[in-house]
């Protein structure tokens, strides 16, 4: 075990310790945990506030700091104020032991046979930092473990920040319940829980994977690097179907689909602290996507995540403030041969409070990449080469892509808090999904009242049989005749015919 360099790389980040070969607790957290695991007669832990002295006993077994004491009061709130006697009474009871006995206590053995598994590092539990191009595949069962120890906060936070990593234990998650009225905070814990009553009274079966994708910045002689704007000026790929939902949600989707992570750089976003928009809900309903956070380090321009095979376990209604759990979800999802559920979410994160920056050359490029790095599908990357080598056209594109069905499903990514444009947003998605040679793009309005003729441009669009090359184009000089202060309309009535007719009033290419 000492010889691997994906446990050496995560280790510090672990909260337990090689020695001899082998990965166990440090005897003091390990007879705290056979303690919990015993329950509430023999811990004596049947409180919120008794929880987190148990909480500060096992950090400080494992030389971390105490658990903070808004922490200590949010995990004292939940626990005793705001479950009912019945819930408090399972958990403490049956849930916390059996995460105790289940999961933590088996943590090292689960480790240990991960790394068995996992045979050349290509898949294993590691660092995967910035421009790291690699995937690792865990076992549901190792992610339930991993989760209990963010529960628990048994972390440890030291070189977190130094290696660009997000915050993984749950401290500041239930410390929010103690400064945050919004009633979403509580409903946020209380998804999380429901993941830890579901898990410790089922076998885990699946596994789940994480991919960090690179679109490298220097040409490489077998594969794409970073298109440039000639690169995507010149692209022949014909523009794939587009249908617009103006109700519906990513995650509800019926096809086979990238679902989209409108994404901060730090995956997870405020999911483990007070965020609760589209990231942070989707990381509630599928707790599996908060594992990423132990290892994957922020995101660059040219970077993006996917992760395959996290189950959702939560239903829910509303959205930021009037966000509710409702109750269990049955995942029936199948499996691929990874063991995986056919449950691809792709984090993608767009530029935040970009004004004009989105219109610019730089800002349009920096978006494209971005959401083609995400759309990127790697069993395609001979037909990339030939696309970008101008050997694949709209005329015969058809007889070079294989037949699939996995499209991408997505939405308003990067309008709502970080001030994108949705017009600009929607075209370039498409574009970008697209030059994946993705068979479809399935756009979720969310009702919004600046996409009202997103059906009608892009129908007008697809009349006109244009390809990537010739969209961009077109979102190119609009920017410029914007940054010009030549025009001050939106694209969609910019591009659009104004008397409704199928002419070509802006139609430059060609």
Same mark, same amino acid.
């Given at each position: 075990?000492? &010889?691997?360099? !994906? +446990? *050496?790389?995560? #280790?510090?980040?672990? %909260?337990?310790?090689? $020695?001899?070969?082998?990965? @166990?607790?440090?005897?003091?957290?390990?007879?705290?945990?056979?303690?919990?695991?015993?329950?509430?007669?023999?811990?004596?832990?049947?409180?919120?506030?008794?929880?987190?002295? &148990?909480?500060? !006993? +096992? *950090?400080?077994? #494992?030389?971390?700091? %105490?658990?903070?004491? $808004?922490?200590?009061?949010? @995990?004292?709130?939940?626990?005793?104020?705001?479950?009912?006697r019945a819930q408090a009474r399972d958990w403490f009871d049956h849930i916390l032991p059996s995460l105790a006995r289940?999961?933590?206590?088996?943590?090292?053995?689960?480790?240990?046979?991960?790394?068995?598994?996992?045979?050349?590092?290509?898949?294993?539990?590691?660092?995967?930092?910035?421009?790291?191009?690699?995937?690792?595949?865990?076992?549901?069962?190792?992610?339930?473990?991993?989760?209990?120890?963010?529960?628990?906060?048994?972390?440890?936070?030291?070189?977190?920040?130094?290696?660009?990593?997000?915050?993984?234990?749950?401290?500041?998650?239930?410390?929010?319940?103690?400064?945050?009225?919004?009633?979403?905070?509580?409903?946020?814990?209380?998804?999380?829980?429901?993941?830890?009553?579901?898990?410790?009274?089922?076998?885990?079966?699946?596994?789940?994977?994480?991919?960090?994708?690179?679109?490298?910045?220097?040409?490489?002689?077998?594969?794409?690097?970073?298109?440039?704007?000639?690169?995507?000026?010149?692209?022949?790929?014909?523009?794939?179907?587009?249908?617009?939902?103006?109700?519906?949600?990513?995650?509800?989707?019926?096809?086979?689909?990238?679902?989209?992570?409108?994404?901060?750089?730090?995956?997870?976003?405020?999911?483990?602290?007070?965020?609760?928009?589209?990231?942070?809900?989707?990381?509630?309903?599928?707790?599996?996507?908060?594992?990423?956070?132990?290892?994957?380090?922020?995101?660059?321009?040219?970077?993006?995540?996917?992760?395959?095979?996290?189950?959702?376990?939560?239903?829910?209604?509303?959205?930021?403030?009037?966000?509710?759990?409702?109750?269990?979800?049955?995942?029936?999802?199948?499996?691929?041969?990874?063991?995986?559920?056919?449950?691809?979410?792709?984090?993608?994160?767009?530029?935040?409070?970009?004004?004009?920056?989105?219109?610019?050359?730089?800002?349009?490029?920096?978006?494209?990449?971005?959401?083609?790095?995400?759309?990127?599908?790697?069993?395609?990357?001979?037909?990339?080469?030939?696309?970008?080598?101008?050997?694949?056209?709209?005329?015969?594109?058809?007889?070079?892509?294989?037949?699939?069905?996995?499209?991408?499903?997505?939405g308003n990514w990067g309008c709502g808090a970080f001030g994108g444009n949705p017009e600009i947003k929607s075209m370039?998605?498409?574009?970008?999904?697209?030059?994946?040679?993705?068979?479809?793009?399935?756009?979720?309005?969310?009702?919004?009242?600046?996409?009202?003729?997103?059906?009608?441009?892009?129908?007008?669009?697809?009349?006109?049989?244009?390809?990537?090359?010739?969209?961009?184009?077109?979102?190119?000089?609009?920017?410029?005749?914007?940054?010009?202060?030549?025009?001050?309309?939106?694209?969609?009535?910019?591009?659009?015919?104004?008397?409704?007719?199928?002419?070509?009033?802006?139609?430059?290419?060609?």
């Amino acid at each position: 075990m000492e &010889a691997r360099g !994906d +446990l *050496r790389s995560i #280790l510090p980040f672990l %909260p337990v310790v090689l $020695r001899g070969g082998a990965l @166990f607790w440090p005897p003091p957290a390990q007879e705290a945990l056979k303690a919990l695991a015993l329950g509430p007669d023999v811990s004596r832990v049947s409180s919120g506030d008794v929880f987190a002295d &148990a909480l500060t !006993d +096992l *950090r400080l077994a #494992l030389n971390l700091d %105490p658990l903070p004491p $808004r922490a200590a009061e949010g @995990f004292a709130l939940f626990f005793d104020d705001l479950l009912s006697r019945a819930q408090a009474r399972d958990w403490f009871d049956h849930i916390l032991p059996s995460l105790a006995r289940l999961l933590l206590l088996r943590l090292p053995t689960l480790l240990e046979d991960h790394y068995h598994r996992a045979g050349d590092q290509s898949r294993g539990l590691r660092l995967l930092g910035s421009q790291d191009a690699g995937l690792v595949l865990l076992s549901q069962e190792l992610a339930a473990a991993l989760l209990a120890c963010a529960l628990f906060c048994l972390f440890p936070t030291t070189d977190r920040t130094k290696a660009h990593l997000p915050a993984i234990n749950f401290d500041s998650l239930f410390a929010a319940l103690c400064y945050n009225s919004r009633q979403s905070q509580e409903q946020k814990v209380r998804c999380l829980v429901h993941y830890f009553n579901r898990v410790t009274a089922s076998t885990l079966s699946g596994s789940v994977s994480f991919e960090r994708k690179v679109l490298p910045r220097q040409a490489v002689s077998d594969g794409i690097a970073y298109p440039d704007m000639d690169a995507w000026m010149t692209s022949g790929a014909p523009l794939c179907a587009f249908r617009v939902f103006s109700s519906g949600l990513i995650e509800d989707e019926e096809q086979e689909a990238l679902e989209v992570d409108f994404a901060n750089r730090y995956l997870g976003g405020g999911a483990l602290s007070r965020g609760c928009v589209q990231e942070e809900i989707r990381c509630m309903i599928n707790p599996e996507l908060i594992v990423g956070m132990l290892f994957m380090a922020s995101m660059e321009d040219n970077e993006a995540i996917e992760i395959v095979g996290a189950e959702r376990f939560s239903q829910y209604t509303g959205y930021g403030s009037s966000f509710r759990f409702t109750g269990d979800y049955l995942d029936d999802k199948p499996f691929d041969a990874m063991g995986r559920r056919k449950t691809r979410i792709v984090a993608i994160d767009a530029l935040d409070c970009p004004t004009m920056l989105q219109i610019e050359s730089s800002g349009l490029l920096r978006e494209v990449n971005k959401a083609f790095c995400g759309f990127v599908d790697q069993s395609k990357h001979q037909l990339y080469v030939k696309l970008f080598q101008g050997l694949i056209t709209k005329d015969n594109c058809p007889s070079v892509i294989p037949d699939e069905c996995t499209g991408v499903s997505t939405g308003n990514w990067g309008c709502g808090a970080f001030g994108g444009n949705p017009e600009i947003k929607s075209m370039i998605q498409w574009i970008a999904a697209s030059q994946a040679l993705r068979s479809f793009v399935n756009y979720y309005t969310f009702e919004s009242e600046s996409l009202k003729r997103l059906e009608e441009v892009t129908r007008w669009i697809l009349l006109h049989r244009w390809t990537v090359g010739e969209l961009w184009h077109m979102l190119v000089e609009y920017s410029s005749q914007r940054l010009r202060r030549e025009t001050y309309e939106g694209f969609f009535t910019w591009l659009l015919p104004s008397d409704g007719t199928n002419g070509d009033v802006h139609y430059m290419c060609e």
